[in-house]
């Protein structure tokens, strides 16, 4: 912490810290000065964008070239414009052994088949809600059909009870 009346000058944030085709655990804050992230086994080394809030303080990267299968420090340090306030960002790099990475690869595998499973199961279920909505449409047409059929019937009953009890006052005078 440095007390200065221009905190742009002693500023060691960054504003960007990104490993190329990786993710950083937890994601990216300017707060937050520790990381973890997973490589495969082939990467010995691999390239890192840090840049600084201040476009005049500077980065420091170190640990980044001949990494060894498991954890490896990485260390981002950015010192300040004013040349002497420094900040220092740490990302362990976990290089996947060679099994650890078989079964990564596998696991990787193994949730494609599922997601493909799902999106089978869904497009299935979806043509099938499709077909059920045919299927009840069709009965809800046949439906109307004989309640249109129904309707017909009772009015025609209407109208010959109506005829009839016409005919019969007729008759009857």
Do not use: C
């Amino acid at each position: 912490m440095t007390k200065t009346a221009n905190l742009m000058l002693a500023n060691t944030n960054l504003e960007i810290l990104a490993i190329e085709n990786a993710l950083l655990n937890p994601p990216f804050d300017t707060n937050v000065t520790h990381y973890k992230v997973e490589v495969p086994n082939e990467m010995t080394r691999f390239n890192l964008l840090a840049i600084p809030e201040n476009e005049q303080a500077r980065v420091e990267v170190k640990g980044k070239d001949d990494l060894q299968e498991g954890d490896n420090s990485v260390y981002v340090e950015v010192i300040a414009a004013n040349g002497f306030t420094k900040k220092q960002y740490e990302v362990v790099v976990h290089r996947r052994t060679i099994e650890e990475q078989q079964q990564y690869e596998k696991e990787q595998k193994e949730n494609k088949e599922k997601w493909e499973e799902i999106n089978t199961i869904e497009k299935t279920a979806v043509l099938s809600n499709d077909n059920e909505k045919t299927i009840h449409k069709e009965d809800e047409n046949t439906a109307k059909s004989w309640l249109g059929k129904i309707g017909i019937a009772v009015i025609a009953i209407g109208v010959i009870f109506i005829v009839a009890k016409q005919y019969g006052k007729r008759k009857n005078k």
